[in-house]
T-cell receptor, first 112, second 113 residues
Framework: GDSVTQMEGPVTLSEEAFLTINCTYTATGYPSLFWYVQYPGEGLQLLLKATKADDKGSNKGFEATYRKETTSFHLEKGSVQVSDSAVYFCALSVSGTYKYIFGTGTRLKVLA | SAVISQKPSRDICQRGTSLTIQCQVDSQVTMMFWYRQQPGQSLTLIATANQGSEATYESGFVIDKFPISRPNLTFSTLTVSNLSPEDSSIYLC??????????FGQGTRLTVV
């Protein structure tokens, strides 16, 4: 079945460091891919998305490119801030539906 | 984008009791979903709430434990029945948006004592 594999955390970085959180997927059909963020004590927020191969999603300095050849959707940010500390979830939507499959989440801690 | 209101935001319940969680969407949607996020874990889909018919449950989830109602296109409830400490989780409602993007409620943090 469809699945999402996400790098385990926690990831601890200094402010202004470069961030990469790896995400790979297996899916039948053509899923849409998402990154969600969960700040402490809050619900899920959509960070960015890509709906087809080679699409690049971007928001708040974060980027991820839908790579069909490597079945990946890695999250990157050039310079993280303390306020980026949160748990990040990679997810896919099962082709043609709104049912999501989530990765296990990666906790990011950014130190001042 | 849809706005989803979920309540209660948190509750502490005695084992053996039940908790009903409400999810209200500010626009009509065809698809609504319920997820569970166990402590330190990812989100797992419990069921799809269908308007006018029974919910569709994922493997490992049954109607007797997680009855769901969907009386109209903007509202759904999830009940977690016969609570045990293992049910302590965050429960999230989601609804369809555009282009397969789903929107999520803030979640209900349930603690069973």
């Amino acid at each position: 079945g469809d699945s999402v594999t996400q790098m385990e955390g926690p990831v601890t970085l200094s402010e202004e460091a470069f961030l990469t959180i790896n995400c790979t997927y297996t899916a039948t059909g053509y899923p849409s891919l998402f990154w969600y963020v969960q700040y402490p004590g809050e619900g899920l927020q959509l960070l960015l998305k890509a709906t087809k191969a080679d699409d690049k999603g971007s928001n708040k300095g974060f980027e991820a490119t839908y790579r069909k050849e490597t079945t990946s959707f890695h999250l990157e940010k050039g310079s993280v801030q303390v306020s980026d500390s949160a748990v990040y979830f990679c997810a896919l939507s099962v082709s043609g539906t709104y049912k999501y499959i989530f990765g296990t989440g990666t906790r990011l801690k950014v130190l001042a | 984008s849809a706005v989803i209101s979920q309540k209660p935001s948190r509750d502490i319940c005695q084992r053996g009791t039940s908790l009903t969680i409400q999810c209200q969407v500010d626009s009509q949607v065809t698809m609504m979903f319920w997820y569970r996020q166990q402590p330190g874990q990812s989100l797992t889909l419990i069921a799809t709430a269908n308007q006018g018919s029974e919910a569709t449950y994922e493997s490992g989830f049954v109607i007797d434990k997680f009855p769901i109602s969907r009386p109209n296109l903007t509202f759904s409830t999830l009940t977690v029945s016969n609570l045990s400490p293992e049910d302590s989780s965050i429960y999230l409602c989601s609804a369809e948006g555009e282009n397969t993007e789903a929107f999520f409620g803030q979640g209900t943090r349930l603690t069973v004592v």
